[in-house]
Structure formats: structure tokens, C-alpha cells
């Protein structure tokens, strides 16, 4: 099984801070993606990248950058954080029909 | 552009009552198509997939899913609900021709109770 993990759980921040979301995959898959969870909303899509190096804007890339240095790390980049940025971030990895879900990270921007 | 829409925020059903969540799509094509649960505090299991074959697709937990591509819908039923079918639930389609890589597009959710 295709194992993801994220680099933390639970993270508070304070409003501007520079904040960084890691997403690992242990399989060879070139599809990543980075979701954000909110009540009423469901999962929106920020970025994804289907290569090392490519990117593309999802629906809500607003705020956000991403970097992709390695086929297994898909990084989320907050570059100034907001309150309106506290929410259950997602991060997905997609082999045609196949997801795997990493176990989300909760951003808190007081 | 694909979208998922689930009709109802919130249902809410008796203890051995049927199950009937609405989800409605929009693909430019044929999509593969999703149910996943969320049961609080935990993150999302796969309940069911649709990709090719069977229309009538069965999954984990008693749930089952039919696609009906001239109505496009992809509904979620369960003759009998459990107390602990209590939970989030989120329709996805994604694109299987790979174009944008298999994105996956969620609907907003419908929350279940279960009343005993």
C-alpha cells in the first residue's frame, strides 16, 4: 500500500508567518495534490502537480505556492498566513483511480 | 470542467430505515466516480468506486452506488441504516482520460444521523 504522510498533524501559526505543508509519498506516483477541508464546503483544490518541478492552480490557489523539488515531496507553501487560512489541509496522491490520502494537517492562524 | 453536486446538507433517517444520498455530476466525459465517509475526528474511507463494467457497484459497510449516465447521477443507498453509519459523506469524480491528472472534484458533503 501506498503509504503519505504529512509533516504535522496540528500546527498554530500567527497571522503573516511564512508556513510550510510537506506531503511524502513512499510510491513512485507522479500525481499530488493539495486539498483544504472546510465544514460546508467539502475539499477544494489548491495545487497539484503531476511531475517534478510542474505545477498547476487548482481552484483556490489564492494565497498559496507550491514547490516540487523531488517525486516524492509536494510541498504547500503559506507565504504570509491568514486567519481566513485555518482549516484541514489535505494532501493526495493519485494513480489513475487509485487515491491515497495522507492523514491531514489542522493550520490554526491566530 | 467537472462539479458534484449532493443534494441535501443534512439527512437524517430512523434506525433501519433505507439510506438514499443524491449525488449529481457534470463531466465532459465518461468519469469515474466516488463515495467516500467521514466519520468524525477521522479522515476519508473509501466506500465505493465506479470506474467501468457493472453499473451497480457494491461497497464496504452495506452500501451500494448505481451509475445512471442519462440522469448523471451516482446516489448512495443502504437498505437499513446502522446507528453507526452516523457520519460525513462526499461524492467525487475524477477525469479517467487523465486529463488534469485525475483530478478529483468533491461534492460539499451530507451529513447522516441516525435516529434510534
Known amino acids: 500500500d501506498v503509504k503519505v504522510t504529512q509533516s504535522s498533524r496540528y500546527l498554530v501559526k500567527r497571522t503573516g508567518e511564512k508556513v510550510f505543508l510537506e506531503c511524502v509519498q513512499d510510491?513512485?506516483?507522479?500525481?499530488m495534490f493539495w486539498y483544504r477541508q472546510d465544514p460546508g464546503l467539502g475539499l477544494r483544490l489548491i495545487y497539484f502537480s503531476y511531475d517534478v518541478k510542474m505545477k498547476e492552480k487548482g481552484d483556490i490557489p489564492e494565497g498559496y505556492s507550491v514547490s516540487r523539488e523531488k517525486k516524492e515531496r509536494f510541498s504547500l507553501i503559506l507565504e504570509s498566513a491568514s486567519t481566513n487560512q485555518t482549516s484541514m489541509y489535505l494532501c493526495?496522491?493519485?494513480?489513475?483511480?487509485?487515491?491515497?490520502f495522507g492523514p491531514g494537517t489542522r493550520l490554526t492562524v491566530t | 470542467a467537472q462539479s458534484v453536486t449532493q443534494l441535501g446538507s443534512h439527512v437524517s433517517v430512523s434506525e433501519g430505515a433505507l439510506v438514499l444520498l443524491r449525488c449529481n455530476y457534470s463531466s465532459s466525459v465518461p468519469p469515474y466516480l466516488f463515495w467516500y465517509v467521514q466519520y468524525p475526528n477521522q479522515g476519508l474511507q473509501l466506500l465505493l468506486k465506479?470506474?467501468?463494467?457493472?453499473?451497480l457497484v457494491k461497497g464496504i459497510n452495506g452500501f451500494e452506488a448505481e451509475f445512471k449516465k442519462s440522469e448523471t447521477s451516482f446516489h448512495l443507498t443502504k437498505p437499513s441504516a446502522h446507528m453507526s453509519d452516523a457520519a460525513e459523506y462526499f461524492c467525487a469524480v475524477s477525469d479517467p482520460s487523465g486529463g488534469s491528472n485525475y483530478k478529483l472534484t468533491f461534492g460539499k458533503g451530507t451529513l447522516l444521523t441516525v435516529n434510534p
Open positions: 493526495v496522491v493519485v494513480n489513475s483511480y487509485e487515491q491515497y
Open positions: 510510491m513512485d506516483h507522479e500525481n
Open positions: 465506479y470506474t467501468t463494467g457493472a453499473t
